[in-house]
């Protein structure tokens, strides 16, 4: 579908504004075809911008851009029930419960993350899921 391209070439775009060095990922939640927010990955608010140790290794406290779009949604007056997710990366156990709670109803990805539990998960509690390879988007590399 050429709207859930488009959308996935916005979170692409947003998943820029991370300061993760190994991976940075956005998410947009869309409603109505309506963006009703927006999510990267990174640290909480008020921390330093710097996700990685000194070993490399992520922070434990880096938030994930699902978990970033889904609380800020919840900070305003938007509800996400019924929504779609788009991530640039497939949602981990943990996003995925939240995806659950969050009446999300659709999520559309494009890059497999390492472990499927969350998108089993998320198929259990009958959400819609959808990987877009990143071919399929036209002008992602434009």
């Not at 947003?14 to 939640?29: D, E, I, P, T």
């Amino acid at each position: 579908m050429l709207l859930d391209q488009r959308y996935l070439k916005m979170a692409m775009i947003w998943s820029q504004n991370s300061y993760c060095k190994r991976r940075q990922v956005g998410a947009l939640l869309v409603k109505e075809k309506m963006i009703i927010s927006d999510g990267y990955n990174g640290t909480p608010s008020g921390f330093e911008n710097i996700c990685e140790d000194e070993n490399n290794h992520t922070k434990p406290y880096v938030l994930h851009a699902e978990a970033n779009a889904i609380t800020k949604v919840a900070k305003s007056n938007n509800s996400s029930d019924g929504a779609t997710l788009y991530v640039t990366s497939s949602p981990c156990l943990e996003c995925s419960k939240l995806i659950i709670q969050a009446g999300i109803k659709r999520v559309v990805f494009t890059e497999s993350y390492r472990l499927d539990d969350g998108i089993n998960l998320l198929k259990r509690a009958n959400v819609e899921v959808e990987q877009v390879e990143l071919e399929k988007i036209k002008g992602v590399n434009e």
